[in-house]
Nanobody, 119 residues
Framework: VQLVESGGGLVQAGASLRLSCAAS????????MGWDRQGPGKQRELVAT???????NYAVSVKGRFSISRLNAENTVWLQMNSLIPEDTGVYYC??????????????WGQGTQVTVSS
């Protein structure tokens, strides 16, 4: 199983970036896909999630600026980030979460992609 992120980079405040996550190795259609991030000196935090049916959830800090989407047929997830601010700087990780009842969740993570927003 692999989750491979791409699209990170160095941008100025106010710019936009689009992160991509290509998942492979299993069927992710039943999984909740999402993005987390970890800023310098900060704990990892949830950024956004999306169910296979398209229901989304966002951190308060990114709501209205970020948009998560997915294409189940291609096991791909995107994170469109607009109006970036320096506080958005960090490593962004793609993840998948599959609930298996009594077996507990099955979670996979990507290796992360760096996003740096300069002021």
């Amino acid at each position: 199983v692999q989750l491979v992120e791409s699209g990170g980079g160095l941008v100025q405040a106010g710019a936009s970036l689009r992160l991509s996550c290509a998942a492979s190795g299993r069927d992710f259609r039943g999984s909740i896909m999402g993005w987390d991030r970890q800023g310098p000196g900060k704990q990892r935090e949830l950024v956004a999630t999306i169910t296979s049916g398209g229901s989304t959830n966002y951190a308060v800090s990114v709501k209205g600026r970020f948009s998560i989407s997915r294409l189940n047929a291609e096991n791909t997830v995107w994170l469109q980030m607009n109006s970036l601010i320096p506080e958005d700087t960090g490593v962004y990780y793609c993840n998948s979460n599959t609930f298996r009842g009594a077996l507990g969740p099955l979670v996979y993570w990507g290796q992360g992609t760096q996003v740096t927003v300069s002021s």
